[in-house]
């Protein structure tokens, strides 16, 4: 079976085609402005507000509708502390179930470091952990039982930490900051992020890393999104018809909307972006030796298997 996940397949067949990307679909293509210039995204109107329902102009939602990724590396230049810590005060105030916050952020400004984590290096790495250690400890102090050895836990603090790291991404880019969200952690030995930062083997799961910097070079474009049929449903979800999927294919198609990841995707004699995304991208993806290490980790962790009744 194929990864759903186009960013979870082994470093060597992404990192190559990480590399591609960023020589053919940025600079081959010239799709990237110099590092000193303001990316077109920044200068992008925000959405027109209006009586019909549209998305009202203000600056929360103009640095939302402005979010995109940096891809590759990031400049050698640290993130001014006083910035990193407005970025992860934005970043705990997420909403989280129960308000308990069962996630932890592990901050990493060693540049190597950083590499050896996730596979990108920038000013700094945000290290987002389902985490139930704290938790615990308290119980523990008061005297309680408490056994977070379940996959709702692990569901619920995954919910968490998702919405703490775009969080953090918003107040990343509201002060001029990029950033990189990367499952870069879970390819090859998983074990590594456990060692290198001293992660507690139980009730604590690295689950996503978000670097931030400043970019060598800015995008020439924002990526587009999907949001009609099949994306977003209304009052029952709605099973997509043929024709629906072929317009979904065909917007995957338009060069205009941005959707690919390789844009250089014709030029390869592909007839469909979605063909080069399902034969080339995943293609040689083996999700199996992922998947059985994740598993292995996850109950390592005891958030698979329950330990307790
Ligand atoms: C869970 C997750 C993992 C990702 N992993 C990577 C990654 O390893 N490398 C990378 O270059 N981008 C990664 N991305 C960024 C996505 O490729 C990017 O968000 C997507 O292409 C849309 O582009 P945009 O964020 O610029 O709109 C990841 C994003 C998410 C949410």
Redesign the pocket.
């Known amino acids: 079976m194929k990864s759903a996940?186009?960013?979870?397949s082994p470093p060597s067949s992404?990192s190559s085609r990480?590399g591609f990307?960023k020589q053919s679909a940025l600079a081959g293509s010239g799709l990237l402005l110099l590092a000193a210039g303001r990316s077109k995204a920044d200068d992008a109107p925000a959405p027109a507000g209006g009586s019909d329902g549209a998305v009202p102009t203000n600056a929360t939602l103009k640095t939302i509708h402005g979010?995109?990724?940096?891809?590759?590396n990031f400049l050698d230049k640290p993130i001014p502390e006083a910035a990193l810590q407005t970025i992860l005060q934005a970043s705990v105030r997420a909403a989280n179930a129960s308000n308990m916050q069962s996630y932890s952020i592990v901050v990493v400004k060693d540049r190597k470091t950083m590499g050896d984590i996730?596979?990108?290096r920038g000013g700094c790495m945000l290290l987002y952990c389902v985490d139930f250690n704290r938790l615990e400890a308290s119980a523990e102090l008061m005297g309680y039982p408490y056994f977070p050895d379940n996959m709702t836990a692990f569901v619920t603090a995954s919910v968490n930490a998702?919405l703490a790291?775009?969080t953090a991404a918003i107040a990343a880019r509201s002060m001029g900051i990029d950033y990189?969200?990367?499952?870069?952690i879970h390819?090859g030995d998983m074990e590594r992020v456990w060692k290198i930062l001293d992660l507690p083997a139980k009730h604590c799961f690295p689950l996503?890393a978000m670097v931030l910097g400043y970019p060598t070079e800015e995008?020439s474009h924002?990526?587009?999104?999907l949001s009609g049929p099949g994306m977003i449903h209304y009052e029952k979800y709605h099973r997509l018809t043929t024709s629906e999927v072929e317009d979904i294919v065909r917007q995957y198609d338009d060069p205009e909307r941005h959707l690919a990841?390789d844009e250089d995707w014709k030029a390869k004699g592909y007839k469909h972006y979605l063909d080069w995304y399902f034969k080339d991208w995943l293609g040689d993806s083996k999700p199996t030796d992922q998947e059985t290490q994740m598993l292995r980790l996850l109950k390592r962790s005891g958030f698979v298997e329950p330990q307790k009744a």
Do not use: E
């Open positions: 996940n186009h960013d979870s992404r990480r990307l979010l995109r990724t940096i891809h590759g996730c596979g990108y998702g790291v775009q990189l969200i990367t499952n870069g390819r996503i995008p924002q990526k587009g999104r990841l």
